[in-house]
């Protein structure tokens, strides 16, 4: 079982004499254990390196107070540390959804939590903003996934754009939009298609809906389970038609978290929300605090 990070460095110290500063050789040996902390969280390595090295100016040299031993010191200022790499412009209130109807695009890769994603955040517009939302799925090749978000519409309910078949990904976006602006709606919010591997036709069929609504915030729903694959994706998204905010799923499975570390400082795109799970009130707000602590175990 993995020990938490503290007990860890206190072992590390318990060693080495006790001094009034950390000295250079006390920060070596504690940032080991913090590298290895950080890796088997899942952070990247370059992340990792680029991380301990800004840790490492920051503690040596630093004094030790009375109150806490050398272990704790080093693990406040990686704590702290993590926070300021992680925290940002995070959470709801910043999302751009005041002037309606305000396009949502929600994208991802298959199995991500995109369309269980839409739903926990159409309920919470509803609930927490009482904001009247439409739903629609663009996925017109799965026509499962298009009825599983009409049956998630009517659990929470949200309305949903009627299916017609045949009808392609833009034009269905269209329709949302005429539909949203007719029917008065706050918010509207556009399922993509889901592939399990990013290819051209998923990408063009995003950037064609992109251009024809303009969306005020373009989500992309990632797998926090999936580490270092997680954050590959999110660039690629990024670059190929642009993300404003990242939503991290399965944060309530065993992962620890360390895809949220990777994320921000590779992508710099603000993680906005974290899926907890299956249920449909089972997303919150980013927070760097929580985040933090599960990376350092
Ligand atoms: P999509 O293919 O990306 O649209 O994925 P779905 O929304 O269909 O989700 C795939 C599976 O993941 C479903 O069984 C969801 O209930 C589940 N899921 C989605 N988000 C979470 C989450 O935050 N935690 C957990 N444990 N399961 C989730």
Known sequence: MFENLSERLGGVFDRLTKQGALSADDVKTALREVRVALLEADVSLPVVRS???????????????????????VVKIVHDELISVLSGDEGDDRLKVDTPPAP????GLQGSGKTTT?????????ERDGKRV???SLDVNRPAAME?????????????LPIVKGEDPVAIAKRAKTQASLGGYDIYMLD????????????????DVRDVVNPRETLLVVDG?????????ATEFDDKIGVSGVVLTRMDGDGRGGAALSMRAITGKPIRFVGLGEKLDAIETFEAERIAGRILG
Do not use: Y
């Not at 949502?104 to 994208?107: E, P, Q, R, S, T």
């Not at 839409?118 to 509803?126: E, G, Q, S, V």
């Open 148 to 160: 599983q978000l009409a049956i998630l519409g009517q659990q929470i309910g949200v309305d949903t």
């Open 225 to 233: 389970l999936t580490g270092q694959d997680a954050v590959n994706v």
């Open 104 to 107: 949502i695009l929600m994208v």
């Open 118 to 126: 839409t739903a926990k955040l159409a309920k919470r517009f509803k």
């Open 51 to 73: 991380f301990i090295k800004s840790v490492e100016s920051k503690a040596t040299g630093s004094a030790v107070t009375k109150s806490i031993t050398p272990g704790q010191q």
């Open 134 to 136: 439409l739903m629609a």
């Open 192 to 207: 993509t298609a889901g592939r399990l591997h990013i290819d051209a036709e998923l990408i063009q069929q995003a950037a």
